[in-house]
């Protein structure tokens, strides 16, 4: 059994990276059929390169409108055989004809606790708001701007002194944990969205799931 994906990044791509190399370690059973993005020039795309993935960027100032954008971009995600997409620092809104074709099939991570936060900035916001935990969310992605269904989450203290530089950092190893979590739960069959909810082992969660110290995803 193995899950082919497709990856959507804009920039640096440390998750990418986490899944790559979960899977050249033999743990992540999946196939990645495309990475893409709306930058040519982004990192992400240069390591994909270099793992023999094929790669596509498309400039969007090249297309009339959103739509159009999003509709040629997924029409090659479609093509590459990708059953799920995986947002990984991909940086655009994506058009709700597009969401709705991809429903349940399409997940992103977003740097906050879910469904606080959601937008640029989620750093910045945990601090100003004085909270004593900050984190990541997976979720399968909707028509609204990180508002689907929540999958997963993965926390950390905030602490005395932390800055949007400090928190960023102290966050990301634990992004990468989540995501290449949820990919696997995926690809195994253990996660799935139906009728507007996350199902896990074959039950509607009733939060969002936690990942437990070996790695892997628990209810919380
Ligand atoms: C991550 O913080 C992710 O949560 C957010 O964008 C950042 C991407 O980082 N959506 P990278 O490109 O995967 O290194």
């Known amino acids: 059994m193995t899950l082919p994906i ?12 986490a899944l790559l190399d979960a899977h050249a370690a033999g743990k ?12 040519a020039d982004a990192p992400a795309l240069r390591n994909a390169e270099a ?8 400039d969007p100032k ?9 509709e040629a971009l997924f029409a090659n995600v479609a093509a590459s055989g990708a059953e799920l997409v ?40 945990a601090l100003k708001a004085g909270d004593a935990e900050h984190g990541a969310s997976v979720h399968f992605v909707s028509a609204e701007l990180d508002g689907g269904p929540v999958i997963a989450q ?40 139906h009728d507007g909810a996350v199902w896990f082992h074959g039950r509607p969660i009733a939060a969002p799931l936690r990942l437990d ?7 919380a």
């Open 6 to 17: 497709a990856v959507l990044a804009s920039g640096r791509g440390s998750n990418l990276a």
């Open 154 to 193: 993965a926390r950390i203290d905030v602490r005395k002194g932390d800055t949007e530089d400090s928190l960023a950092a102290r966050l990301l190893p634990q992004e990468h944990r989540l995501m290449v979590a949820s990919v696997d739960a995926i690809a195994r069959g253990t996660v799935r969205e």
């Open 86 to 125: 995986v947002l990984a620092g991909y940086m655009r809104i994506i058009d709700a004809g597009v969401t709705a074709q991809w429903h349940g099939r399409m997940i992103n991570i977003h740097p906050s606790l879910l469904p606080k936060y959601r937008g640029l900035h989620t750093h910045r916001k």
């Open 62 to 70: 090249t297309f009339a409108s959103r739509r159009e954008f999003d």
């Open 213 to 219: 110290a070996s790695g892997s995803l628990a209810a």
């Open 28 to 39: 992540l059973p999946v196939a990645f059929k495309l990475v893409a993005g709306d930058k």
């Open 51 to 58: 793992h023999g993935i094929p790669t596509l960027a498309l």
